[in-house]
């Protein structure tokens, strides 16, 4: 099943520009949706902060996909979430794809927000995201040669978000995905240090990983330029979420695809043939 509509979009894309959001938005236009990318800076803007901007960015849509940023766990997100599910039935949308933490309690919450909205919804509930070393706020750790960071043995199935991606396209343009939780994981799951030997491998870099406790963790990322509230963020995930609660692999992107999910080694690869990772060509010295 397909949206056509010649004289408007259909399908917003909150947090177009972000991870999961601009992959998502890059596939519907590709099979030739019509789509709205909800940024702020977007022709018709939306801003999770700005109320203002909901309605102009939900008029004429039909689904939408529910990235919040900066995440679920973030203080207030249920409010926002329920204002937001509200916001979006009265403008006469008919079904949202929430993007979802997985082990996180404040995302369950949200969860059962959009279960109890009234309206249809896909669950996309994910592990950590294994783009952090490269789209993300570890980035500068691999560039700069040693990762340090708590919690470094604590096995964690990162989750590719092409897979995310993927599952949510599907979601959003094909039947068979309603009402429906995926828990999306990658086939195995490694630990930080683990994960780094095998970015390092795939470099052909020398990467160190050494682990640290949350107060260092905090003024490394504060060192590195992170913004505050994603230090605020990562510092909760890896004291609290990042425990091993979520070490298990789930089956979500086989079940909502058919297929196997992408391994971390295949992502490490990839990313670096694409040359993010070269020191060169980012100007560390």
């Avoid at 990235?67 to 006469?92: E, H």
């Avoid at 691999?142 to 590719?160: K, M, S, W």
């Avoid at 089956?251 to 043939?273: C, H, I, M, N, S």
Wanted: proline content about 5%; some cysteine.
């Amino acid at each position: 099943m397909t949206f056509n509509d010649a004289n408007q979009p259909q399908i917003l894309v909150t947090g177009g520009t972000g991870k999961t959001g601009a992959r998502v938005a890059a596939r519907l236009q590709q099979a030739g949706h019509q789509i709205r990318i909800g940024s702020r800076t977007a022709e018709i803007p939306f801003d999770w902060t700005d109320r203002d901007t909901w309605s102009a960015a939900l008029s004429g849509i039909d689904t939408v996909y529910l990235a919040f940023q900066p995440d679920l766990a973030v203080p207030g997100a249920p409010d926002v979430i329920q204002a937001f599910t509200t916001a979006a039935k009265n403008s006469g949308v008919r079904k949202l794809v929430l993007l979802s933490g997985r082990g996180e309690p404040e995302a369950v919450e949200c969860e059962e927000i959009v279960r109890q909205s009234g309206l249809d919804w896909t669950i996309v509930r994910c592990s950590f995201f294994a783009q952090n070393f490269s789209e993300g706020a570890f980035t500068d750790y691999i560039l700069g040669g040693h990762v340090a960071l708590p919690n470094g043995d604590v096995p964690e199935p990162f989750v590719h978000a092409d897979d995310i991606a993927d599952v949510a396209v599907a979601a959003l343009t094909e039947a068979g995905h309603s009402r429906e939780l995926y828990e999306l994981t990658g086939p195995r799951a490694l630990t930080f240090a683990e994960a780094t030997a095998e970015i390092a491998e795939a470099t052909g870099r020398d990467i160190g990983f050494t682990p640290i406790t949350r107060t260092e963790f905090v003024a490394s990322l504060t060192e590195y330029q992170v913004p505050a509230d994603t230090v605020s963020l990562l510092d909760y995930l890896f004291g609290t979420i990042l425990d091993g609660r979520n070490s298990a692999t789930a089956d979500g992107v086989q079940r909502a695809l058919g297929r196997a999910p992408k391994d971390f080694r295949a992502y490490a690869a990839e990313t670096a043939a694409s040359g993010v990772w070269s020191v060169a060509e980012a100007g560390v010295h």
